[in-house]
């Protein structure tokens, strides 16, 4: 059986699955049809469809903020994350979800691997961000508004995966301003960049003062065969960050991410210059943005190396960053694969 007849016989798999599925679910489906009639919404059986880990989905545009009018959208696209908490339950090993009586909210799709909506959620920074305690925080979070589970004793996605967290341990007040740009080994080939670097293309990040706060941003590039569609809009994604660092209390005062969605022509325009190219504080390229996440007030260095090492997930180069060199577990993978091309 060649590679064209498997993908063939596994769509079909699927298909087949989620028709059983969706049968199977039928009086699910209708329960929450008509719990939903009652406050006005009015879904179709053609929004309601099955994937696997994810269970039985129901999708609707803005359905999250129809069925609870208790949450609201910030102007950046945020929800605050306590009120979800108090709204919601927190359950273990669904790290992303958010659980009411009969249905299931989630983080913003942009957090799963691939910025798909039918993977889970990349390791390990949704993980973190669910059991950290923001007990002293303001803390908001993109949700993904159109779509919700209502299987919510169906099983759960759990993936074993190992990332790691960098080893920063330099004072932030000692931090020269300027441009850092890391890329990836220029002699992997594209397998071997998705093997150890996951598409990675570069990451730059940035440094700078004024009065007592010290500013970090930071931009991470992926490959060009890495794209999302939106509105039949092909963008490239390059994930973002920044935070300021009061350097009298000794602590990050702000911390909040986003992904930048570039067109083709600004993606290739940006990738290659750095942080240099501003003006004014603003790139010359000016991408549409969505935010992801913000946490205002305190937050430690250790705790903040944590979530950014673990938002730019699978990425290496934030790790090399941090430590001043390649991570130690790459070392005998690159030493392979020079070895093999003859590169001393």
């Not at 996605?157 to 850092?180: A, M, N, P, Q, R």
């Not at 913000?294 to 903040?304: A, F, P, R, T, Y």
């Not at 934030?318 to 060199?325: M, S």
Request: proline share 3%; glycine share 4%.
């Amino acid at each position: 059986m060649d590679r064209e007849e498997r993908i063939k016989q596994y769509l079909a798999f699927v298909e087949d699955e989620k028709a059983c599925k969706l049968s199977e679910n039928a009086k699910l489906i209708q329960s929450f049809t008509s719990f939903c009639e009652t406050i006005n919404i009015k879904v179709r059986l053609s929004d309601f469809d099955y994937q696997m880990g994810l269970g039985i989905l129901c999708s609707y545009e803005n359905i999250v903020l129809k069925l609870n009018e208790h949450i609201s959208v910030d102007k950046e696209g945020l929800v605050d994350f306590q009120v979800l908490s108090e709204l919601f339950e927190k359950k273990l090993f669904s790290e992303g979800a958010l659980f009411a009586p009969n249905y299931i909210l989630f983080a913003s799709n942009y957090f799963r691997r691939g910025f798909y909506s039918g993977n889970n959620f990349a390791p390990r920074f949704i993980e973190h961000f669910w059991k950290h305690d923001f007990q002293y925080n303001d803390v908001s979070i993109a949700l993904d508004l159109d779509r919700v589970r209502i299987d919510i004793d169906g099983p759960v996605l759990i993936e074993e995966d190992t990332w790691y967290g960098g080893k920063f341990t330099k004072e932030i007040s000692k931090i020269k301003d300027g441009v850092s740009s890391l890329r990836p080994p220029q002699y992997l080939d594209d397998i071997e960049l998705d093997f150890l670097f996951s598409k990675a293309y570069a990451l730059d990040v940035y440094w700078y003062t004024y009065d007592e706060i010290k500013v970090f941003q930071a931009l991470e590039f992926k490959q060009p065969s890495i794209t999302i569609n939106i509105n039949e809009v092909k963008y490239f994604p390059v994930r973002y960050v920044h935070a300021e660092f009061d350097m009298n209390s000794k602590v990050f005062r702000h911390f909040d991410g986003a992904l930048q969605l570039y067109t083709e022509d600004e993606y290739f325009e940006r990738r290659d210059n750095n942080f240099n190219t501003k003006t004014k504080g603003e790139y010359q390229v000016k991408s549409k943005s969505k935010k992801l996440f913000k946490i205002n007030g305190d937050l430690s260095v250790e705790d903040w190396i944590k979530f950014i090492s673990h938002f730019f997930a699978k990425n290496p180069l934030i790790l090399e960053y941090f430590e001043g060199k390649e991570p130690d577990y790459l070392t005998p993978y690159l030493n392979a694969f020079k070895k093999s091309k003859g590169i001393k």
